[in-house]
Each structure stands twice: as structure tokens, then as C-alpha cells.
């Protein structure tokens, strides 16, 4: 077996482990206020370090992760040891992302941590829909540049909108999605876009919260389930196709793993290594309960052939895929997270553009984007009446009246459609309501782009469309695109 490199380079030269510790089930330790020892958590952490894993993943919500991390690292340093690198995520509520919001969120991470600056700063956001994540993201430069944080990360992006961010000109560095032999979104369009900017992709999951492992081989499915991890990833075995074909991928990856003298675990996460454009998988801890260091160690000693390869491939083309793209199970059905269901939480998200009734027209309601030029050409950005929601022509402009994505057709259209699916849900409608589109383009060469766009988000839907070469149309837009909904 040839050995493999364990560190990465992101694009400003920071370099991280492949394999990254991962500290979310802090928050499942903690449940409930049951007792947690955090200075015996960052002893236990301090000791990953110590075995060559010194590169830790967490975020603002995974309970005392960012304490622990920076307790750990002090231990370090103090010690005289080589510093950890340090990732957390910001996950704000959608709203206002002002420069005094997001800096609020890093500082807050930077005071948890003890830390003067975070390496990487990975963000999250609930709903595309609402335009203010540029801003967020747009704010993240600007403290990058003062130096609170190193590389911007993002988490749970799908690819049409990392590549978005990305041609609108934010440095995104990684980002951080689901990424198992379950889970193989990632290895699709993600990968792509991943390879075309240099973006390393971040695999977490990628263990099935400890599914993918000897432990489960020929065992019985469970019935109870105590923690929210196995919670989280016994959907995702149940969304592949079940225990039964769960087990037969196991089978498989045990006799790979028996030739090289190699656990299933390690199996699972080469795998995800092998793929392109991944940087590095993240292998939970549970700190203070167990420590698996020996055995994710072994993973760099690993190569997997041809012929292990396609022994996989085989077993995996069994499995039925996983809907969407990478982030949906965040987003819209199936929701495939610890909690399960998240539709209430997606319900209580304020409305993405103010509704008026109309002063003329009683019954009528007008949804208003912000944009200055609704009020200055005398129009609203969607009308309803009755069951018929109305949208206006809409460009790739943001709230402050600039274009987004210029000179890039595909990314446009996808903030165009973000911004049409907010006007129809603010007037009480769905995006599966929408019958019909009409797209104006400026360049006859983007239609194939702009078609793959409205595919992602018309793919199931279906509604009759139009599409049209205008010509040059007014200000710097290569797409335009209007649409209208009838509310079931």
C-alpha cells in the first residue's frame, strides 16, 4: 500500500489534516443539561492533537465546542506544541447582514475560542431566497482582511450556488457537505465546480455517525436509537434503500477492508478521500468516551486498486441515490437531519419581501423587493389576486441596486430564481405553483446555462416556458426572466 498525503492546502497556503476531527456531537453530550466536563473534553482533545489530528472542526451551535477547542489549544501552546487549526461555522437566522451583524458572529467565536483569529470561517445560510448571504459573505472579506479570520468557508451550499458566490467574486475557500459511500452527491456537480475554482470539498458524515463500521457488520437494524448522530444517518440508511441493502454495502467494504488488513471505517473514508476536489472527511469525536485515533491513523496508509474500486461501485449503484444536491436535507423534503421533519422551522422564516394591499385595488397584494427602481418605473416586483401571483421581469439585481454575477449568465439566472421563488412564497404561494416562465436573454450562447438553471428548479414542476434572444437588454444583464403562479 502506498502511502497517502494526510495534509491539504487551501488557497491561501493554510494547511489542514485530510482527516479532520469533527466535535458536533458535543452538542448531543451536553443535551439536555446533562453534566459535561469541559476541562477533561479539552485534555481529551489536546490528546487528538498529540496523534497527528490536530486540525478540529466546529460551529457556533455545537454546544461548548468552541470553548472546549480553545481551552485545548491553549493546553497546546502552552505546552509549547504546534497550535491546531481551528474551523468553526457562523449560522446566522436569515435578516439584515450588516458589517456590525456578521462581525458580532466572528467576534463572538474569536471570544468563545480565546482565539485572536479563526483559520476557517465556514458559513451557513437557511434559505437562498433571501439575498442578504452575499452581503454576509461580502462582510466575511472585509474581516479577512482586517485579519480576524484566514479562509471563508461555506457549509452546506449547493453547488449552483458555491459557483454563484464564487463568480460574483467571494474567495470561498472550502466548503462543508455531506459525503458518504450513502451519500454521493458530492461526487457530482459539487466535484465540478469544486475542481473548475480550486475549492476543496469538506466530507463530514462520512462514517453514517459510525454506521460505516465493523461494529455493524450482520447486525440486527436498531430499533432504538439514543443519539442524535445515528438519528440523523439511520435516514440516510433508510433513504438508500434500507437495512437490508445497508448490509450488503458493509459485506462488501469488510471484504475490501480484510485484503489490506483495514477496518470498514477506513474503507468508507479512503473512498471519500479517492474523490476529486475533496480536501479532507471529518471523523466525529465523542470527547471523553472514545478516541479512534489508532485506527483513522491506518486510513493514510491506505490505498484502495482498480478492483476495490469497482467492488464498491458495484455495491454502491445498488443503493438508491439521495435526492438533490448537496444541503437540500436542510431545505426541502426529505429531511434528512437529526430532527427530522424541518418544515416548521423553514415556516417560521419571516417572509422574504414586504406585502402591500393595493390602495387601488382592494384584494389585490403587492410584493415589494426593495428595489429603487419598483418605485421609480411604478411597479410592484409580484402581484396577487385571488389564486394568480404575478412576477415582474427580474434581473440579477441585489437590495443595493447592484448586479450580481456579471458577465455570468448561469449565475444570474440562479439569483433571479431565488429572487422569483421569494416574491411567489412571500404572496403565500410555493415555487411548484409556478406555470409558467419567460427568459430574455442577451447572448444566444447562455442557453444552454440559463436552461440548466431553470431545469434545477422548474425540473419537477414543468411549467410552460419561453425562452427568448432579445438582444441587449437594459444595464449589465445576460438573463432576464418573469413568471406567474396559480396557488393550488
Excluded at 149 to 157: A, P, R, S, Y
Aim: glycine share 10%; hydrophobic share 40%.
Amino acid at each position: 500500500m502506498a502511502a497517502q498525503p494526510d495534509i491539504s492546502t487551501l488557497r491561501d497556503g493554510l494547511r489542514i489534516r485530510r482527516v479532520v476531527t469533527g466535535l458536533w456531537q458535543m452538542a448531543d453530550q451536553e443535551r439536555d443539561g446533562k453534566a459535561f466536563d469541559l476541562d477533561a473534553a479539552a485534555e481529551a482533545l489536546a490528546v487528538y492533537a498529540r496523534e497527528g489530528f490536530d486540525t478540529w472542526d466546529m460551529a457556533d451551535h455545537y454546544g461548548s465546542a468552541e470553548i472546549v477547542a480553545g481551552r485545548a489549544s491553549r493546553l497546546l501552546t502552552q505546552a509549547g506544541e504546534t497550535a491546531p487549526v481551528i474551523m468553526t461555522k457562523y449560522c446566522p437566522a436569515p435578516g439584515v447582514m450588516d458589517i456590525g451583524t456578521v462581525r458580532q458572529g466572528v467576534e463572538t467565536a474569536l471570544e468563545r475560542t480565546g482565539l485572536s483569529r479563526i483559520h476557517v470561517m465556514q458559513f451557513h445560510w437557511w434559505q437562498y431566497q433571501s439575498p442578504e448571504w452575499l452581503d454576509a459573505l461580502r462582510h466575511l472579506m472585509t474581516l479577512r482582511s482586517e485579519g480576524l479570520i484566514g479562509e471563508i468557508g461555506l457549509t452546506n451550499f449547493d453547488a449552483a450556488h458555491l459557483r454563484m458566490a464564487l463568480t460574483h467574486g467571494i474567495e470561498v475557500a472550502t466548503n462543508q457537505v455531506c459525503f458518504s459511500l450513502l451519500d454521493r452527491r458530492g461526487a457530482g456537480d459539487m466535484a465540478r465546480v469544486a475542481e473548475e475554482f480550486g475549492v476543496g470539498i469538506l466530507g463530514f458524515g462520512t462514517l453514517c455517525g459510525g454506521f460505516l463500521s465493523d461494529r455493524w457488520v450482520g447486525q440486527p437494524e436498531p430499533v432504538e436509537i439514543p443519539d442524535w448522530s445515528r438519528m440523523k444517518y439511520k435516514r440516510f440508511v433508510d433513504s438508500a434503500g434500507g437495512w437490508e441493502a445497508f448490509q450488503r454495502l458493509l459485506s462488501v467494504l469488510k471484504s475490501v477492508g480484510d485484503r489490506h488488513g483495514a477496518s470498514v471505517s477506513n474503507v468508507a473514508s479512503r473512498w471519500v478521500l479517492d474523490q476529486r476536489g475533496v480536501a479532507a472527511t471529518i471523523v466525529g469525536a465523542r470527547l471523553g468516551e472514545n478516541n479512534h485515533s489508532a485506527d483513522n491513523a491506518r486510513l493514510m496508509g491506505l490505498a484502495l486498486d482498480a478492483d476495490d474500486h469497482a467492488a464498491i461501485t458495484a455495491a454502491t449503484d445498488s443503493l438508491t441515490p439521495i435526492p438533490g444536491d448537496c444541503g437540500d436535507e436542510y431545505r426541502k423534503p426529505p429531511f434528512l437531519t437529526a430532527s427530522g421533519d424541518l418544515s416548521h422551522h423553514l415556516d417560521a422564516l419571516p417572509a422574504v419581501m414586504s406585502v402591500e394591499e393595493s390602495p387601488s385595488r382592494p384584494g389585490r397584494k403587492m410584493a415589494k423587493s426593495g428595489s429603487v427602481w419598483e418605485e421609480k418605473a411604478g411597479f410592484s416586483r409580484a402581484i396577487r389576486k385571488g389564486s394568480r401571483i404575478l412576477v415582474s421581469g427580474t434581473t440579477a439585481t441585489d437590495p443595493h441596486g447592484e448586479a450580481v454575477c456579471a458577465g455570468d449568465a448561469e449565475g444570474q439566472a440562479v439569483y433571479v430564481l431565488d429572487k422569483i421563488t421569494g416574491a411567489v412564497t412571500s404572496l403565500g404561494g410555493q415555487i411548484e405553483d409556478v406555470i409558467r416562465t419567460r427568459i430574455y436573454l442577451s447572448n444566444e450562447a447562455d442557453w444552454e446555462a440559463v436552461s440548466r438553471v431553470h431545469a434545477r428548479y422548474f425540473g419537477e414542476v414543468l411549467p410552460a416556458n419561453t425562452m427568448i434572444v432579445a438582444g441587449g437588454l437594459i444595464g449589465p444583464y445576460l438573463v432576464e426572466i418573469e413568471a406567474e403562479a396559480e396557488v393550488e
